[in-house]
Structures are given as C-alpha cells and as structure tokens.
C-alpha cells in the first residue's frame, strides 16, 4: 500500500512539472509576437519619416541594452545547459545517497511534455525518492512558483537560496499524498532546474545540495 501511493505521488508531482513547463504555451507565444508585429507594422504606417528615425534609434539602443544584458548574465557566471542536456547525466545514485537519508538506485530519465526528469528510486523499496528536472521554458519564476506549489498542501513560504550558477533560487516545502516534499526551483539560462525529495524527513537543504550538484554539472 505504501508503495502503490508513493508511486502515485511521484507520479503525480512529476505530471505537475511537465505541466509547469508547458505554462507558457508556443500557441500564446506566436499569438504575442503576432500582435506585436501588427502594432509595429501600423506605427510605421502611421509614423512621419522623422517618427521612423526615431524608431530606429530606439531598436539600437534596445540592441546594445540586450547585449550588455547579456555580457552582464555571463560575467555573473549564470549556468546556461546544452540543447541535449540530462539531468540523469549530471549527478549519481551514490551522490544523491550522500545528500539524502536513504540510498537510491540509478536515475531513471523521462521526457514529459517537453521537460527533462530524472528520478531516483529507493533501493531499499521505501516510501521515499527524488526527482531532478529540467524545464527548458522562458518564463518568470515567481510564475513558475506558483505553477509548482499547486502539486502540495501545507506549502511553507517560498525562501530565497544561494545557488551558485543561477540568477535566482527558491526553496519551500509541502505534504503530497501524506508525504513531506522539499523543493527547489532554480531559474538558469534558458530554463529552470526542478529538485523534489520526497518522504519522510525530507528537508530544503538536501534539495539545496542536490540542486547544486545539479548546476555545477550542468
């Protein structure tokens, strides 16, 4: 019984990740970016050649604002993964075992809708695992929070962390199915980093640490 619900937990947060990184649909993005090329394309009608100028002045300017942007994102040393990166890649079943109270096996990897997850199962059967993910969607993080906590009860208050090679890390924890779960987000370029540990016991600082193994490898 405990098995058969802890695997529906699993599976459950799992699904809610997958669901998470779809949160900002490619539909919604062609549909933004119809509207802004409509509304660029009727103020050039509309526009003198002095109005078409300044326009143009403005596009260089917001060109060198995102190149500098950007200069800035890689000088703070902030993780940007490979198009092929997998969690499963990056961090071993005896590393995961150092940082939790339980050994696990291999990680096992999955593709759900887009998103990258590696989890690793309990050797000994118990009612516990973690689950390692990549979600490579631009979005916003606070956005993405609130996506992800939608998987728990009981969720504590969202706590900045300090994960080297992210722009910004939160932690929190929450109850699924009867189960503690300890969860960080980590936003990176290009994406967001997932960790869960779920079972009894679970705290935010093993999913800090695997969170950073995770980005030290990425």
Do not use: K
């Amino acid at each position: 019984m405990i098995r058969v619900r802890h695997a529906a937990a699993v599976a459950g947060v799992g699904s809610l990740l997958a669901l998470t990184a779809c949160s900002e649909s490619p539909a919604e993005d062609e549909t933004s970016a119809g509207s802004q090329e409509a509304t660029q394309d009727e103020s050039g009608a509309e526009g003198s050649d002095g109005d078409e100028g300044a326009v143009a002045e403005d596009s260089t300017a917001q060109e060198e604002s995102a190149d500098d942007e950007g200069e800035a994102g890689a000088a703070a040393g902030v993780v940007a993964p490979a198009e092929d990166f997998d969690p499963c890649s990056v961090v071993t079943a005896d590393q995961v075992s150092g940082v939790v109270d339980f050994a696990v096996s291999e990680g096992t990897a999955d593709d759900l809708m887009g998103s990258l997850t590696c989890t690793f199962a309990p050797s000994d059967g118990q009612a516990a695992s973690v689950l390692l993910q990549w979600v490579p969607v631009a979005s916003d993080l606070d956005e993405m929070i609130v996506a992800a906590t939608g998987a728990y009860d009981n969720t504590s208050d969202p706590e900045d962390v300090t994960v080297a090679g992210t722009s910004r890390a939160v932690a929190l924890t929450g109850e699924t199915m009867g189960m503690t779960a300890a969860v960080v987000i980590a936003e990176v370029e290009g994406g967001f980093f997932q960790v869960v540990v779920l079972g009894e016991g679970s705290e935010a600082d093993q999913a800090v640490a695997l969170t950073e193994l995770t980005v030290e490898h990425a």
